[in-house]
């Protein structure tokens, strides 16, 4: 079986597979697909942090960048990114802010260029805090 494939494809069908594999007796083949499955998994929710980080990026430098449209809207996806990384980081452990250090940079600039093309225009926000993203407050008043 191809375990690192299907993985890729279903982690459903990984899981199914696995139990087969189980139930068949195949205990070293099992063990093998609950590996891949779990790498599979952990790759899913890293990719989960890094959207939201950008998606909690891109609303930040629109909010710093466009203050006259600012709106509950971009408040409201600003607060849910941050709960979302939250979550992804009680359920994961391994993906704690050291992780999120790592990612910044890069995610930082795919998120000022979704913002430019979204407010089409440039922005002077050449870099965001740490504070800029997760601790200031952002609310219409």
């Known amino acids: 079986?191809?375990?690192k494939e299907l993985s890729v494809v279903s982690h459903y069908k990984t899981a199914l597979a696995v139990q087969s594999e189980i139930k068949n007796g195949n205990?070293?083949?099992?063990?093998?697909g609950?590996?891949?499955l779990i790498e599979a998994m952990g790759r899913s929710e890293r990719r989960a942090l890094k959207?939201?980080?950008?998606l909690l990026m891109v609303h930040i430098i629109k909010w710093k960048s466009q203050p006259k449209f600012r709106s509950f809207s971009w408040a409201r996806t600003i607060h849910n990114a941050r709960s979302e990384i939250e979550?992804?980081?009680e359920e994961t452990p391994s993906l704690n802010n050291t992780v999120i250090q790592?990612?910044?940079?890069?995610?930082?600039?795919?998120?000022?260029?979704?913002?430019?093309?979204e407010m089409n225009q440039?922005?002077?926000i050449t870099d965001l805090s740490w504070k800029e993203v997760f601790e200031e407050e952002y609310s219409i008043n």
């Open 51 to 54: 959207s939201y980080l950008e």
């Open 122 to 124: 440039k922005t002077d």
């Open 34 to 36: 609950l590996e891949e």
């Open 1 to 3: 079986m191809n375990w």
């Open 27 to 32: 205990f070293a083949g099992a063990s093998t």
């Open 87 to 89: 979550e992804i980081q």
């Open 102 to 117: 790592d990612i910044w940079e890069k995610t930082f600039l795919k998120a000022q260029k979704d913002a430019e093309a």
